[in-house]
């Protein structure tokens, strides 16, 4: 009986935030719930649950926790490049166009929720990237202006309201997204594969968190032999996570490239870092490495 | 011998940075090595160190590892309000003018470095928020429009380019910096203390990543009986950190306001979140709580 009155009351914090066009992270709700006197929670594990099952159950009928306003309590993702966004005024609805190219050295931090966001670009793709100091190399030598794209920091596995933002944005203006990460089983099944098909806890709300679209521009294992890049041995725990993507995850299971190129990774024994490409020369990502991956899109890996 | 051939490299690899205006992260660097035949880092906690080295060589001549072009390969703090940002292009020196209050519900990503940008405003003080969770919610409300401030999001401990840019603002623009995070051990002597007087591990450094006029707005142990706030019970972690503070830390010996919190709180034996404001009301935190702190900065904690 708590539960319901909690659920019950949990549902109508949603209609009042949509209401008000104001939003709540879980732990604000979970403070809230604090005056909620019968039906108030005692640990937020309780009234994560409640929203979380209010959550599956909209998700059914396409709406998505952002659309209820209960938002993420962690930092977006980092944006620099030829991409306008839009973005309404909450109380007097006046646009605010947001220039991603006239930032310096800096970028656009992405909001916790995106959906009230629309997008100008004449960009040819959107390039999501692993590494902060490589965000930062491509943007303080506008990459973004030579190769006509948008760059997007993930700061590893990216946030939902960054992966939300690359959909949305790859979906409205039908660009392309290139994944370019680290060639290790963490950044090709963790990050990557969270980037592409959403995070493996969360299945049913994936159709809003996931760039079907994405592809995997790099670092590759043939990569690795290509450009002679340093490497660092495969931990054990690389090694497990590796051979258990391989075995049961329904991703890679119907990839047949991605079989194959772990499958390669395991066998070489190696990893090696998006940056291990300096040893090349700083800028070597940007004069070479780039333009000669992205001469070819049709060869990166799905 | 080899070791001193490498210090020579890195110290050389310096110098090109500065001079074709160009920067590297200690990965980058580590990788660079690659190229330099008997100079080749086999560990990155080699060059790492040959790195740490050159920088509090240089420190005591008052140069900065940003300085060097040495880079930290991490996010940089979200910043929103009463600001432009002046940067200069990295080739052209034109200036870029980045008006902080035209980010609509979104924010500026401050940089890897920030030792390029001067600032101009009018705010009466920065707010440095701990969680990104307020942060969106004082941004999306405008905060900083009726309280003419600058909010800066640090999401926990603050990284050093957030500190850089925080201690560079306040110094240009002689204005006062109040920080808002949670009333625990952790937020008050790591997340405050690190912005405030800078990480333990690196005292020589704390010249420039330290905010001296740093003071501590809330959430305090008063607070927490004041507003009533719904608190969680410290854990074993929290108990010997406030311990450890009171004991052996400086920054708390020499403040006695501090002591006597620290002491407060572990006779408490509560801890209370930012986010805990919500019971009142999700935008209690905007129309009550900051009003009533800002009125009397002078009582803030040191």
Redesign the interface.
């Known amino acids: 009986m708590k539960s319901f009155a909690q659920t019950l009351r949990m549902m109508g914090l949603s209609k009042q935030l949509v209401e008000t066009n104001?939003?709540?992270?879980k732990?604000?709700a979970y403070?809230?719930s604090?005056?909620w006197d019968e039906a108030r929670f005692d640990e937020q594990t309780e009234s994560d649950a409640v929203m979380d099952d209010i959550e599956a159950m909209c998700s059914v009928r396409g709406v998505s926790r952002e659309q209820l306003r209960f938002?993420p309590?962690?930092?977006?993702g980092?944006v620099a490049g030829k991409l306008i966004?839009l973005?309404?005024?909450?109380e007097t609805g006046v646009v605010?166009r947001?220039d991603c190219t006239?930032?310096?050295?800096?970028?656009?931090?992405?909001?916790?929720?995106v959906e009230?966001?629309s997008f100008e670009t004449d960009a040819k793709f959107v390039l999501a990237i692993e590494?902060?100091?490589i965000f930062?190399?491509l943007?303080?030598?506008k990459f973004w202006q030579t190769s006509n794209c948008i760059l997007v920091?993930m700061?590893g596995v990216p946030t939902r309201s960054t992966r939300r933002f690359i959909r949305k944005l790859s979906d409205e203006c039908k660009i392309p997204v290139y994944a370019f990460v680290d060639c290790d089983p963490y950044g090709i099944s963790n990050i990557y594969r969270t980037l592409k098909v959403g995070s493996g806890n969360a299945a049913h709300l994936s159709q809003f968190f996931c760039v079907p679209q994405a592809r995997f521009l790099g670092v590759t294992p043939a990569d690795i032999r290509e450009y002679r890049l340093?490497t660092h041995p495969l931990l054990d725990v690389d090694i497990k996570r590796a051979r258990d993507a391989l075995k049961n995850d329904p991703f890679f299971k119907s990839h047949k490239p991605w079989q194959k190129a772990m499958a390669e990774l395991l066998e070489m024994g190696v990893r090696a870092?998006q940056?291990?490409?300096?040893?090349?020369?700083?800028?070597y990502v940007i004069e070479e490495y780039l333009p000669r991956k992205l001469a070819n899109p049709a060869q990166f890996l799905p």
Do not use: M
Request: proline share 5%.
């Open positions: 104001d939003f709540a992270t732990r604000d403070y809230q604090k005056n938002i309590d962690e930092h977006g980092a966004v973005d309404p005024d909450r605010e947001i006239r930032f310096g050295s800096g970028a656009y931090s992405i909001p916790s929720t009230h966001l590494t902060g100091g930062q190399r943007q303080s030598h920091s700061a340093p870092e940056q291990a490409l300096a040893k090349w020369g700083l800028n």
